[in-house]
C-alpha cells in the first residue's frame, strides 16, 4: 500500500513525498548487493532469484535491510535530539471503504536528556502505526529522512531546499515538527 508524507516544521520547514512503499526494501537491497558483490556472486545471486521468491537469501537481504534502516532511523533520532529540545506531532489515517478511516495522533516533547531518543519515539508512536497499519520500516525510513532534511534546513532556513517561501523562516519558542502520514 503507497503511503504519502507530508511534513511540516519551524522556520518554514516543508517536506513533501508520495508513494511510500515497505516494498521498496527488497528492491534496494537486491540492487546494492547486485552492484557491490564480486562476479561469481552475481551469478549465485541471479540463480538463487530464479529458484524461488522466498528463498533464504531474499529473507536475508530484506532482513539486512531491515536492519540497516533501523540504524539509520536511531542515527537520526540521536542526531534530532541533539539540536534541541522540538516538539514533535505524529498524525497517521489509512482509508477504507466500508467503514470508517482509521486515524491516531500523537505529540510529544524530545528533549536532550532521554538516554535512547530512538525508543522513545517509536515507544510513542508504534500504537499509532498499529492502528492503522503503517508499522513499516518505510515509515521509519521516511521519518529519519525528515529529520535530517529538517535539521539541513535549520542549519540554514534562507538557502534551504525545503522552505516554503510563503512560511516565515523566524520563530520564537520550541522548534516543532509535524509528520501526516496517509494512504
Same mark, same amino acid.
Not at 16 to 21: A, L, N, P, V
Given at each position: 500500500?503507497?503511503? +504519502?508524507?507530508?511534513?511540516?516544521?519551524?522556520?518554514?520547514?516543508?517536506?513533501? /513525498?508520495?508513494?511510500?512503499?515497505?516494498?521498496? *526494501?527488497?528492491?534496494?537491497? &537486491?540492487?546494492?548487493?547486485?552492484?557491490?558483490?564480486?562476479?561469481?556472486?552475481?551469478?549465485?545471486?541471479?540463480?538463487?532469484? !530464479?529458484?524461488? =521468491?522466498?528463498?533464504?537469501?531474499?529473507?536475508?537481504? @530484506? !532482513?539486512?535491510? %531491515?536492519?540497516?534502516?533501523?540504524?539509520?532511523?536511531? %542515527? $537520526?533520532?540521536?542526531?534530532?535530539?541533539?539540536?534541541?529540545?522540538?516538539?514533535?506531532?505524529?498524525?497517521? +489515517?489509512?482509508? =477504507?471503504?466500508?467503514? *470508517?478511516?482509521?486515524? !491516531?495522533?500523537?505529540?510529544?516533547?524530545?528533549?536532550? /536528556?532521554?538516554? =535512547?531518543?530512538?525508543?522513545?519515539?517509536? &515507544?510513542?508512536?508504534?500504537?499509532?502505526?498499529? /492502528? @492503522?497499519?503503517?508499522?513499516?520500516?518505510?515509515?521509519?525510513?521516511?521519518?529519519?529522512?525528515?529529520?535530517?532534511?529538517?535539521?539541513?534546513?535549520? !542549519?540554514?532556513?534562507?538557502?534551504?531546499?525545503?522552505?516554503?517561501? %510563503?512560511?516565515? @523562516?523566524?520563530? +520564537?519558542?520550541? $522548534? +516543532?515538527? &509535524?509528520?501526516?502520514?496517509?494512504?
Amino acid at each position: 500500500m503507497p503511503i +504519502r508524507l507530508f511534513a511540516v516544521g519551524s522556520g518554514g520547514f516543508e517536506y513533501r /513525498r508520495t508513494s511510500i512503499s515497505v516494498g521498496e *526494501v527488497f528492491e534496494m537491497a &537486491n540492487m546494492a548487493s547486485v552492484m557491490t558483490a564480486p562476479s561469481r556472486a552475481h551469478a549465485a545471486i541471479a540463480a538463487a532469484d !530464479a529458484e524461488v =521468491n522466498t528463498s533464504g537469501l531474499e529473507r536475508a537481504l @530484506t !532482513a539486512m535491510s %531491515d536492519i540497516q534502516q533501523l540504524h539509520h532511523f536511531r %542515527d $537520526a533520532c540521536t542526531t534530532m535530539q541533539a539540536g534541541g529540545d522540538i516538539i514533535l506531532s505524529f498524525s497517521f +489515517r489509512s482509508s =477504507n471503504l466500508m467503514w *470508517v478511516d482509521d486515524s !491516531a495522533h500523537r505529540s510529544f516533547r524530545l528533549t536532550n /536528556r532521554m538516554a =535512547n531518543p530512538a525508543w522513545h519515539i517509536l &515507544n510513542r508512536i508504534q500504537p499509532a502505526m498499529e /492502528r @492503522t497499519g503503517m508499522q513499516g520500516t518505510g515509515v521509519l525510513m521516511s521519518i529519519a529522512i525528515v529529520f535530517n532534511s529538517f535539521l539541513q534546513h535549520e !542549519a540554514s532556513p534562507g538557502g534551504s531546499p525545503f522552505r516554503n517561501p %510563503d512560511r516565515p @523562516t523566524n520563530y +520564537r519558542g520550541d $522548534a +516543532r515538527l &509535524n509528520f501526516q502520514f496517509s494512504d
